[in-house]
């Protein structure tokens, strides 16, 4: 019976199976089988691969996070979100780069006032693990003045590091560098790849391999020169070109990185360039001549180790220009928690929606765009003495209404030309109003200038005064390192309604050395009302508040009894007010009559009835009354009893 029965499900089963849609039901059956059987370890492993990659990636940045203050980089782990948000760059005033890992961008030089736009050499190194997928994350690292890359990869379930650090050095005005560095902390090596793509559709130049023997080591680099268009010169008699050269040491492209080791790969270029040329004639001794100062300074910096140039660069950058910044923290108006008050509406154009990296980004740029003549080892003792005594008098820096209210100074940039414009724009602006001495400083001068313009603070002969309304402060302000005199000073401005001060303090600084005390320094709020305080390493506090009519809301002066005197002598107001107490009236007065609806109303009626009512006097007049003796004087003239006699 059993065997009967089995039988029979066999002669079932095999019908089924001879069927079309059996044998189709069973083909499907098979290939899931194999598909899930080869690709299913696959995408457990890939899995698994992943999360080891992105916890490796967590890791490293967190390390950095704890590492540098909130303000003092920018990581983006998604490369469409960096190209939107902020333009990764690197520059010293003189040659500056994009740097980006996905569309290699050219150099740009500094001619003149504004950068150029790439020219045809790309210097990108760009580095990979071979037949490995890669979690990333690109940093801009404000305070140090270069950009980053973290990849991690996962190999046997180990995590391998690869960082890749580009910048271009702040002293040294014709230097860029990259650094490569694999860390492998696999059982198992791997392949380091690396590329450089280097002239770029450049007509007419000319490249060769050459090599320079220090110290016995044969260094081996590429020579590239040649001659482009000048982007802005042109000449009724012909155009002009500028000529450019180019050393890069050269590299492996593949190399083999045994387990448990770390591997570093240093690259220099040297960048030499000539002002707007028109003769052509000249190019061959332009371009010889930049070809002897590029492989002399190229073999002077053989002779230096990488790491000291690079100290070189982080210690300029952080300490000296990165050491005076603005910080600036929105604030939410209304809390929930907090009865509302009554405001008058504020234009739109007074209330910058200015998030902290925007403003970080900017004064980036703005530093990275300009040199550093203080800093040069070119420049002479006697020299940077005389510009140190002139950061002392800025002249009538800044005469005009506080930058943080002109939204066209605050933009958020995605390429070179724009950048370049934003840097245009905030030097004619500081120039036009009174920062000339400032600029002519370089970089740190710059930054002076961008700091009182912030706020509109001018220099008078005995004080510095602010003369930013307080009232259309909605965002806290932070200028760390403001130079008056010989003094560095901290400035906190917090308008909310659980503050409403201006933090103040003396900071201690490296940027200048004095051999002689500072002077005291003392300040006051608006109208100085109450008694100048002096200032010092701890942190003191004034009352924000505002005046009517508007005055200063703060005043620094080395004399204390001056500051007194204004306030008996020359400050004149009528009240005087807490930055949140603005009147209803305040409010009209700034944003014309505030008049009843129904005023209104009335008066377009008005206006409305007396043309219905010209228009129906028209009408009557030209068109009815005027047709019927039109009519009248026609059938007179033809009885003829308005003939004359």
Same mark, same amino acid.
């Given at each position: 019976m059993t065997q009967m029965l089995n039988n029979n499900f066999m002669r079932n089963l095999l019908g089924a199976v001879n069927a079309p849609k059996g044998r189709?039901?069973? @083909?499907?059956?098979?290939?899931?089988?194999?598909?899930?059987?080869?690709?299913?370890?696959?995408?457990?492993?890939?899995?698994?691969?992943?999360?080891?990659?992105?916890?490796?990636?967590?890791?490293v940045l967190k390390d950095y996070e704890r590492k540098y203050a909130e303000n003092e980089y920018l990581i983006h782990q998604s490369p469409k979100s960096l190209e939107e948000q902020v333009h990764p760059f690197v520059g010293n005033g003189n040659i500056g780069f994009t740097v980006n890992y996905f569309y290699p961008a050219g150099l740009i030089l500094r001619l003149g006032s504004s950068w150029t736009k790439d020219v045809p050499?790309?210097?990108?190194?760009?580095?990979?693990?071979? /037949?490995?997928?890669?979690? /990333?994350?690109?940093?801009?690292?404000?305070?140090?003045?270069?950009?980053?890359?973290?990849?991690?990869?996962?190999?046997?379930?180990?995590?391998?590091?690869?960082?890749?650090?580009?910048?271009?050095?702040?002293?040294r005005h014709s230097l860029l560098l990259q650094e490569i560095k694999v860390e492998n902390k696999a059982n198992t090596p791997v392949t380091l790849k690396m590329e450089r793509n280097g002239p770029y559709y450049w007509k007419g130049s000319a490249t060769s391999t050459e090599i320079l023997e220090v110290e016995g080591n044969p260094h081996e680099y590429t020579l590239s020169s040649g001659k482009f268009k000048a982007p802005y010169e042109r000449d009724r008699t012909g155009e002009y070109f500028v000529a450019m050269v180019i050393a890069a040491t050269n590299f492996v492209k593949e190399v083999t990185i045994p387990p448990g080791t770390v591997h570093t790969e240093q690259v220099i270029a040297v960048v030499k360039f000539s002002q707007p040329f028109l003769d052509a004639h000249k190019e061959n001794d332009i371009s010889a001549e930049l070809v002897d100062k590029t492989e002399e300074e190229l073999f002077s910096l053989l002779h230096m180790d990488f790491n000291i140039l690079m100290q070189e660069h982080v210690e300029t950058w952080s300490q000296h220009i990165w050491s005076s910044k603005?910080?600036?923290? %929105? @604030?939410?108006?209304?809390?929930? +928690?907090?009865?509302?008050?009554?405001?008058?509406?504020?234009?739109? @154009?007074?209330?910058?929606?200015?998030?902290?990296?925007l403003?970080?980004?900017?004064?980036?740029?703005?530093?990275?765009?300009?040199?550093? %003549?203080?800093?040069?080892?070119?420049?002479?003792?006697?020299?940077?003495?005389?510009?140190?005594?002139?950061?002392?008098? %800025?002249?009538?820096?800044?005469?005009?209404?506080?930058?943080?209210?002109?939204?066209?100074?605050?933009?958020?940039?995605?390429?070179?030309? +724009?950048?370049?414009?934003?840097?245009?724009?905030?030097?004619?602006?500081?120039?036009?109003?009174?920062?000339?001495?400032l600029l002519n400083l370089g970089v740190t001068g710059f930054m002076q200038a961008m700091m009182l313009s912030l706020l509109g603070a001018q220099f008078h002969?005995?004080?510095?005064?602010?003369?930013?309304? %307080?009232t259309q402060i909605h965002t806290k302000v932070q200028i760390h390192n403001l130079l008056y005199n010989a003094s560095f000073v901290d400035i906190d401005v917090d308008p909310s309604s659980e503050s409403r001060e201006i933090g103040l303090s003396i900071t201690t600084s490296e940027?200048?050395?004095?051999?002689?005390?500072?002077?005291?320094?003392?300040?006051?709020?608006?109208?100085?009302?109450?008694?100048?305080?002096?200032?010092?390493?701890?942190?003191?506090?004034? +009352?924000?508040?505002?005046?009517?009519p508007q005055t200063p809301v703060l005043y620094f002066s080395h004399d204390r009894k001056h500051l007194s005197f204004m306030k008996k002598s020359i400050i004149h107001y009528k009240h005087i007010r807490w930055v949140d107490d603005v009147p209803q009236e305040e409010g009209q007065h700034h944003h014309g009559l505030n008049l009843p609806v129904a005023f209104w109303v009335i008066i377009i009626g008005l206006i409305f009835g007396f043309h219905l009512f010209l228009f129906k006097l028209i009408y009557q007049e030209y068109c009815v009354g005027g047709g019927s003796r039109s009519s009248e004087k026609y059938r007179r003239g033809k009885d003829g009893t308005n003939s004359k006699v």
């Open positions: 189709k039901v069973c @083909l499907a059956i098979f290939i899931g089988l194999v598909f899930f059987g080869y690709l299913g370890p696959w995408v457990i492993n890939h899995g698994k691969a992943t999360q080891i990659t992105v916890e490796c990636l967590e890791v050499y790309r210097p990108m190194v760009r580095a990979r693990l071979e /037949s490995l997928n890669d979690q /990333s994350a690109s940093i801009i690292n404000y305070k140090n003045g270069m950009v980053e890359r973290l990849q991690c990869y996962s190999i046997d379930g180990a995590c391998v590091l690869m960082s890749l650090k580009t910048f271009v050095h702040r002293t603005m910080w600036l923290e %929105p @604030l939410n108006l209304l809390q929930e +928690d907090q009865p509302k008050k009554s405001h008058p509406p504020l234009p739109v @154009l007074l209330q910058p929606q200015l998030s902290p990296q403003v970080v980004a900017t004064v980036y740029y703005v530093l990275s765009s300009v040199d550093a %003549p203080l800093f040069l080892p070119s420049t002479s003792q006697l020299t940077k003495k005389e510009m140190y005594s002139a950061l002392k008098m %800025p002249g009538s820096c800044f005469n005009g209404q506080p930058t943080i209210f002109e939204e066209n100074l605050w933009k958020p940039i995605d390429n070179t030309v +724009d950048m370049s414009d934003l840097v245009s724009h905030w030097q004619h602006t500081l120039f036009k109003h009174g920062c000339r001495s002969e005995y004080e510095l005064a602010f003369h930013a309304d %307080p940027a200048i050395k004095q051999s002689s005390q500072p002077l005291l320094v003392f300040a006051c709020g608006a109208g100085c009302e109450s008694e100048p305080i002096e200032l010092n390493s701890e942190r003191q506090v004034v +009352d924000l508040k505002w005046t009517d």
